[in-house]
């Protein structure tokens, strides 16, 4: 991955590199050759798609028909999730000239069926560009002096906001593209009422057009107020280094995932800030997360590196109810597409391929 996007403090590159030819060693064997990709426990794996280059980010569109990636060369392919083949291919003069990594994808949660949909994509040079698919148009966009890093919609889609590499979290007007307040720390470094360090993770509470949580590399995760300049109270712990924030709004709880090999998963009551749990290790042995997501009411799903895998966890339990194993790299995205009828479908990033797998038995139908 980009060194603009992981943590330096933390050797991560034996994680990422592409499978080589078989070589003699000095012993005159042979490397015994990766295993492909596979599923263990309760989900399958219903597609592969490779999208030529390194996969940066993932989401589905709000139908859940179509599933947007975000490249390391600053293009974004959107594939028909039905099939897998490519609709549309986003990119124009700048994001081709700049060829930074696209950080972030969020589709508008309520753009009527009838204008198609919207894209907002961030990318690490800084830009912010809203693409309308239909027409793979860039319709608006602005430019920030900072890598973003992360970004998401409000509930209704009225506001959105950015973060970076920079302590702001800038709060924007949708409609107008205005950005009409700035969340931030207070000047003294004794009150730690916003982050200090780089922002990787954003993600509003589901029930709130106003209430934020964020969090990032100071170890913190940070409650805010669209409207207020500094953040309201706060949690100490998760080292937050992806897209690894979500909030269960029927149970008001947080899944943090921190990327380190110790307590990486954890679950925090909002309310009071408090640790719930950690969640423990696969028996494979611990990874560092880069993104997690609640699941329906009784799962969690969680993927990063060290071991290359995404797994889905029994709320109740704890234990690993399936997994998709032996990835080729580290994952760095995931999105998870539910629909009333079907299990939900989750979609899972590592290296150049995104792969489409789906939870099975009765607990997840």
């Avoid at 569109?61 to 039905?82: C, E, F, H, W």
């Avoid at 170890?219 to 924030?245: E, M, N, Y």
């Avoid at 997994?323 to 590592?350: E, H, M, N, R």
Wanted: charged residues 20%; proline residues 6%.
């Amino acid at each position: 991955m980009s060194g603009l996007l992981v943590t330096p403090r933390l050797r991560v590159s034996q994680t990422y590199h592409t499978p080589q030819p078989l070589i003699p060693d000095s012993g005159g064997d042979f490397e015994e050759p990766r295993p492909d990709p596979s599923t263990e426990g309760d989900v399958q794996l219903e597609r592969e798609i490779d999208c030529g280059k390194e996969v940066m980010c993932c989401r589905f569109n709000p139908s859940g028909t179509l599933l947007a990636a975000g490249l390391v060369s600053g293009t974004i392919k959107v594939y028909t999730v039905s099939d897998g083949s490519c609709l549309h291919t986003l990119r124009d003069d700048q994001s081709i000239a700049a060829c930074l990594p696209v950080t972030a994808l969020r589709f508008h949660p309520t753009t009527p069926v009838s204008m198609g949909d919207l894209l907002l994509a961030t990318y690490a040079g800084g830009q912010v560009k809203f693409w309308h698919l239909s027409t793979q148009s860039c319709v608006r966009h602005l430019r920030e002096d900072r890598q973003i890093l992360a970004a998401t919609f409000n509930p209704s889609g009225s506001h959105f906001i950015t973060a970076g590499s920079s302590q702001e979290i800038l709060v924007y007007d949708t409609k107008s593209m205005t950005c009409v307040n700035v969340c931030q720390p207070s000047p003294s470094l004794s009150v730690m009422d916003g982050h200090r360090s780089r922002v990787f993770g954003l993600t509003f509470h589901p029930g709130s057009e106003e209430s934020f949580i964020s969090g990032g590399w100071d170890d913190t995760v940070q409650f805010w107020d669209i409207r207020q300049k500094h953040s309201l109270r706060k949690i100490s712990g998760p080292h937050v280094c992806g897209d690894a924030l979500d909030i269960d709004p029927d149970m008001e709880q947080i899944l943090t995932g921190s990327w380190r090999k110790q307590e990486s998963l954890q679950v925090w009551d909002s309310q009071t800030g408090q640790k719930i749990r950690t969640v423990p290790d696969d028996f494979r042995g611990p990874s560092r997360v880069y993104s997690c997501r609640w699941l329906g009411a009784g799962h969690m799903v969680a993927a990063g590196s060290d071991i290359n895998m995404c797994r889905i966890v029994d709320r109740n339990s704890l234990l690993t109810r399936g997994s998709l194993v032996d990835l080729p790299c580290g994952v760095y995205s995931l999105d998870i597409s539910s629909k009333p009828s079907a299990a939900p479908l989750i979609a899972v990033t590592s290296g150049h391929r995104l792969f489409l797998v789906r939870p099975t038995g009765s607990a997840f139908s």
